[in-house]
């Protein structure tokens, strides 16, 4: 079910630390379309239901208190194969294990302040996208 989109989050790590445009800029000169995005905090409970299929993980709680402590940046983009293209771009959740020149290598604090967000599949994106926009906002 590829759909040439992919969801994504500038965390609340990077816009604190104000990467948002920089970030922003390296996904433009990879040749993604911005075609959703907004500037926003989510609540916990949005970030608790987002976050829902990590519920048994030990690092849920730490994780949604992190994800709605501060503003965040959503946006959906459209490239082909823009789901894998998009993972690569970002680089590994680990920054010290990113590869050079990714979004997370530059921009990451640390393994759960990772500056970004990236859907791991076609169908997560359609989910995810779908949870932070309405049809109407998609362009």
Known sequence: MRTDRTFTMI????VANGHIGAILAKINKAGFRIVAMKYTQISKEQAETFYEVHNERPFYGDLTDFMSSGPIVSAILEKE?????FRTLIGATNPSEAAEGTIRKQFAESMSRNAIHGSDSDENACIEGAFHFAGTEMF
């Open 11 to 14: 965390k609340p790590d990077a």
């Open 81 to 85: 194969n823009a789901v894998v293209d």
